[in-house]
């Protein structure tokens, strides 16, 4: 969250001035200064963010994979997914 902020701040200080002084002379409000000069020219910030935010999400799914042993649908009879918290939930109560 924190990196994707840095990079879009860094987008905005990007974008020239001059755009946004000649939408002041074409009259334009701020919702189409947003629309028709900010976002488009922030469209290569974003789409890096997606990619890295894709990316970085699919290194974090093989460790919880493995370490989940495939998830709730690939227990197999008898394996425990809570981690041993039941167990010792269930223990304590008896």
Excluded: H
Aim: aromatic letters at 10%.
């Amino acid at each position: 969250m924190g990196f994707s902020m840095v990079l879009f701040i860094a987008g905005l200080t990007l974008i020239d001035a001059s755009f946004y002084d000649a939408a002041k002379v074409d009259e334009a409000n701020r919702w189409q200064t947003f629309w028709r000069i900010t976002l488009p020219l922030l469209r290569p910030t974003m789409v890096f963010v997606v990619v890295t935010g894709v990316i970085s999400t699919l290194q974090v799914f093989g460790p919880v994979y493995v370490m989940s042993g495939g998830g709730r649908l690939a227990r197999r009879p008898g394996q425990c997914d809570d981690g041993g918290v039941g167990v010792s939930v269930v223990d304590g109560l008896s």
